[in-house]
């Protein structure tokens, strides 16, 4: 006889929670949900999961608890607050937090759990809406071995790459560390690209140049910031869908806490964190973080 597949909680049901729990369904979970959106939980019960009144009721019967949170704020609250979960997990449940907050909250949050004999994990993700939808994310998964072994499967049924970073906390960093290199590249790739067209080049010859070259990277490959190189990147449609520049500039408000915490020298991930608070500032914090190429146009700052 065959194991039975846990029961799995799902609380948070955004554009990345609602598409991730979808796949749990596809992969034949049995799914409960709860999000203070109702049309987000009609929507998963029309695929076949079943609607919780309340975060304390949907989790009641959870083997396995997963939130996708805003802040670190909504995920101490929820777990450990006045009126946390902490209350109403059963003992030897396992809690996956694929909010992307700061380190310290996901080890309080753990340490406090661990006493009520709840295991956690952080499990932030990479990959977007799209990733989330195609069941292609990546998990970085900072948690004891043996409660990273016992979610591989839950993660494996939303996610492609399944990485464990570490104990409490390392997947959160990791997660920081990966988004403030990615905004370097984003406005490496775009300067050098408006500088180019401001000297007669054509963007898309330009950009072949350097993905033949040692200016090559992810931005390149598959997310050119400037329109119409790249069909299906976000920049080719308004800028529309992605990954949008406030949550580019809130993971990169974490990762220079982080710094300062570990006093780690991260000038470039200053100026980054600076140049996409201008960007939103101005208006585009809805955009796609690849909007930042809007920023060294000539045209815009001549508008």
Known sequence: MENQLPKVA??????????????LLKAGFSVSVFDLVQTAMDNLEQAGA???????????EADVV???LPAGKHVESLYVGEKGLIK????????????????????MVASQLAQK??????????????????GT??????????????????????GKNIFHAGDHGAGQVAKICNNMLLSVLMLGTSEALQMAIDNGLDPK?????????????????LYNPCP??????PSSHDYQGGFMVDLMKKDLGLAMDTGLKSQSATPMGALAQSLYSIHSQQGNGQLDFSSIFNLFSKQEKSK
Request: net charge negative; proline share 4%.
């Open 228 to 233: 119409d190189v790249m069909p299906n990147a």
């Open 88 to 107: 109403h997990l059963k003992a030897g449940a396992l809690v996956i937090d694929s909010s992307t907050i700061d380190a310290a909250t996901s080890k």
């Open 50 to 60: 079943t609607q919780a009144k309340s975060a304390e009721n949907v989790v009641q």
């Open 10 to 23: 799902f609380i948070g049901l955004g554009n990345m929670g609602a598409p991730m729990a979808h796949n």
């Open 205 to 221: 010859v330009m950009s072949d140049i350097m993905l033949q070259s040692s200016g090559r990277n992810w931005t390149l490959e």
């Open 117 to 134: 004999n709840i295991h956690f994990i952080d499990a932030p993700v990479s990959g977007g809406v799209g990733g989330a939808t195609a």
């Open 66 to 68: 997963i939130s996708m």
């Open 137 to 158: 994310l990546t998990f970085i998964v900072g948690g004891d071995q043996q409660d990273y072994v016992r979610a591989l499967p839950i993660l494996q049924a939303m």
